[in-house]
T-cell receptor, first 112, second 113 residues
C-alpha cells in the first residue's frame, strides 16, 4: 500500500461546480496534511494546510480531515478554468523527520 | 520578501558530467529540503538539511548524490557522473522551523543527454 494515495484523474468539472479531491494515507499517526497545486511545468504552490480533524476554509477552498478514517480532502467551490492543475496531497509523518510524503496527484480539468 | 530561489532553472549535462544545483531559502528560513520529480511521477523526498547539518538523507541515492547547506551561501545538491535516469525536475523547499509549512522554489530541470 502506498503511503499517500490519490486518484490520478483527470477529474473534469464544469465551471462554477464544486470539485472534490480525495487523499488517503497509511500512517495512522500522521499529524500534518497539506494540499499543493502544481501547474504543468511549474513548482508546487501551497493551497491549504490542516492539522486537526474537521474542516478548514480559506476562500473557495475547504480542506477536510478525518484522522480516524485516514482521509483528507479538498473542496474547491465555484471552480474556474484557472483552477485546472494537478493537486498534490502531502503528509508529514510524526515519527519521522520533516519530510513530506506526496501522493502522485489528481489532475483537475475545469471546462467553461 | 523574496521566495525560494533556485538556479539554474534549466541544466543540460552529458552522461558522466557533474551537475550542481543551488537553492537559496526564503529569508529567515533555516530548513531546506530537496525533492525530485521524475516525468509523470510525484515528488519524492531526497534530503533535509539545516545550516551545516544533514538531518535526514533517507531519500538520497547512496552513490553519486550529495548535498550541503554551508554556514554561508546557498544549499547545493551535487550529482556526480550523471546518467540519463537523473533527468528530472529538482525542487528545493524551505521552512521557518521544524514541521512548519514548506515553500517550494521554481525548480531546476535537469536534462542528461
Amino acid at each position: 500500500q502506498k503511503e499517500v494515495e490519490q486518484n490520478s484523474g483527470p477529474l473534469s468539472v464544469p465551471e462554477g461546480a464544486i470539485a472534490s479531491l480525495n487523499c488517503t494515507y497509511s500512517d495512522r499517526v500522521s499529524q500534518s496534511f497539506f494540499w499543493y497545486r502544481q501547474y504543468s511545468g511549474k513548482s508546487p504552490e501551497l493551497i491549504m494546510s490542516i492539522y486537526s480533524n474537521g474542516d478548514k476554509e480559506d476562500g473557495r477552498f475547504t480542506a477536510q480531515l478525518n484522522k480516524a478514517s485516514q482521509y483528507v480532502s479538498l473542496l474547491i467551490r465555484d471552480s474556474q478554468p484557472s483552477d485546472s492543475a494537478t493537486y498534490l496531497c502531502a503528509v508529514n509523518l510524526q515519527y519521522n523527520t520533516d519530510k513530506l510524503i506526496f501522493g502522485t496527484g489528481t489532475r483537475l480539468q475545469v471546462f467553461p | 520578501n523574496a521566495g525560494v530561489m533556485q538556479n539554474p532553472r534549466h541544466l543540460v549535462r552529458r552522461r558522466g558530467q557533474e551537475a550542481r544545483l543551488r537553492c537559496s531559502p526564503m529569508k529567515g528560513h533555516s530548513h531546506v529540503y530537496w525533492y525530485r520529480q521524475l516525468p509523470e511521477e510525484g515528488l519524492k523526498f531526497m534530503v533535509y538539511l539545516q545550516k551545516e547539518n544533514i538531518i535526514d538523507e533517507s531519500g538520497m541515492p547512496k552513490e553519486r548524490f550529495s548535498a550541503e547547506f554551508p554556514k554561508e551561501g546557498p544549499s547545493i545538491l551535487r550529482i556526480q557522473q550523471v546518467v540519463r535516469g537523473d533527468s528530472a525536475a529538482y525542487f528545493c523547499a524551505s521552512s521557518l522551523s521544524s514541521r512548519e509549512t514548506q515553500y517550494f522554489g521554481p525548480g531546476t530541470r535537469l536534462l542528461v543527454l
